[in-house]
């Protein structure tokens, strides 16, 4: 049984308000789809993602990484290239025009991150050169919710690096500038979903 619009809206301020208190950089993206979803799409969502509703219309359920959520195609999101190991993705909150992830497909510490992965973000810090022409190029290592990542930031002398949220509009032609694939499809923030697709699991708990 769907539930009423005003339930819905109630439970869907609940989720908001649990992903603005999650440690997520990324959690724009996540608001983003939670918000776009309708009375039957988000009983769905509940359902696969095991989350509880209360009687005051309250979630509760278990936090899962969001890296975790991307690599499984399990969220909406900006794909620049992938190969057997790792994807590379544009960062929703870049700190320079071109800011960029690549994320492994296999959980691990930093330090065992595989050689194929650190090779996609070599290929793609080249790729944002020839193609933004930035001063300088910064390939880091990081770990997120206990998952690592790369970033490749382009540095631009006359800009100093300041995280900001991205407008769409920008991610989506350079999501065609950066892309490896001359087809690469653009993903974007709010997919539509019918019946027949997954929906992306998103765990939720409360405090």
Known sequence: MAFT???AEEIKKNLLEQVENLPNENKEQIKEYITGLNEIELEEFLKQNNVRI?????????????FELIVNNEIPYYKIS??????????????????????????????KINKEVFSLAQKLSKK??????PDDMKIETFSFQNYPAINVIPVYNE?????????????????????????????TLKPKITKSKNLPEIGFRIP
């Open 82 to 111: 992938e190969n057997k190991e790792a994807v590379a993705i544009l960062e929703l909150n870049p700190l320079s025009k071109g800011h960029c992830l690549v994320i492994p497909k296999q959980k691990t510490g930093i330090e």
């Open 159 to 187: 800009r100093p690096l300041k995280k900001e949220k991205a407008d769409e509009e920008e991610l989506k032609k350079l999501q065609l500038m950066l892309s490896f694939e001359k087809k690469e499809k653009v993903i």
């Open 54 to 66: 209360s009687e005051n219309n309250q979630a509760g359920g278990q936090q899962k990484s969001v």
């Open 5 to 7: 619009i005003e339930q």
């Open 128 to 133: 944002i050169k020839t193609k933004l022409n």
